[in-house]
Each structure stands twice: as C-alpha cells, then as structure tokens.
Nanobody
Framework: QVQLVESGGGLVQAGGSLRLSCAAS????????MGWFRQAPGKEREFVAT????????WYADSVRGRFTISRNNANDTVYLQMNSLKAEDTALYYC???????????????????WGQGTQVTVSS
C-alpha cells in the first residue's frame, strides 16, 4: 500500500523559512517524478514545484521560483521542499505527490500525479 507522509509544516513569520519533507513507502519511487502542490482555503489546488525521477530536472511555479527549492533522496524515497523568504500568500495546505507512472516527467500537470499525501499546513503571519 502506497503511503506519502508530509511533515515540517507550521506557523512562521513572513520572511522566515520552513523545510517540508515527504516520506514515501509501499514501493520504491526512485524512478518516479515527485512534486509539491498547495491549496489555500477557497482556492483550487495549485502546482508549486516538481523534480524528475533522477533529480536532474526541476521546475517551479512563478510565484515561488527563487525562494523555494525542491530536492529528493532516492535512497530513502523522500522529497523535500525548502521554503525561504516566506510570504503571507504562501499560507496553504501543502501536498506531496508522486507520478502515476515511472520514467517520465510531465512537470506541473496535476493529473499526472496518482499518489497524494494528506498534506501539511503552512501558515505565514504578516
């Protein structure tokens, strides 16, 4: 049974930093692209960042590029999101996701991700 567990969320002041982690279990995900999405109250889920299965390619939403960094450790099937210079508009429930199929990378397409975590709350106070 595939399981994704996010951690690292919390309350932080604007300008601060947080590091989110997502541990995957139930299968080996070293050949799967992984990503982070977020959903604020009353808004649709949106793309934040993605990383290819090898870790060699990354892509970010314009709103976070230059402030957030996605990385992964295939040895322990974990993906990270380092978030710096946080803003109030970054407040959301952050979800980890894994691609439905191995060996491909469709980037920001939400529909290509078939496995999702339960989310971790990030709240940025201004």
């Amino acid at each position: 049974q595939v399981q994704l567990v996010e951690s690292g969320g919390g309350l932080v002041q604007a300008g601060g930093s947080l590091r989110l982690s997502c541990a995957a279990s139930g299968r080996t995900f070293s050949r799967y692209a992984m990503g982070w999405f977020r959903q604020a109250p009353g808004k649709e889920r949106e793309f934040v960042a993605t990383i290819s299965w090898s870790g060699g390619s990354t892509w970010y939403a314009d709103s976070v590029r230059g402030r957030f960094t996605i990385s992964r450790n295939n040895a322990n099937d974990t993906v990270y999101l380092q978030m710096n210079s946080l803003k109030a508009e970054d407040t959301a429930l952050y979800y980890c996701a894994v691609d439905s199929s191995p060996g491909r990378w469709f980037g920001s397409s939400l529909t290509s991700y078939g496995y999702w975590g339960q989310g971790t709350q990030v709240t940025v106070s201004s």
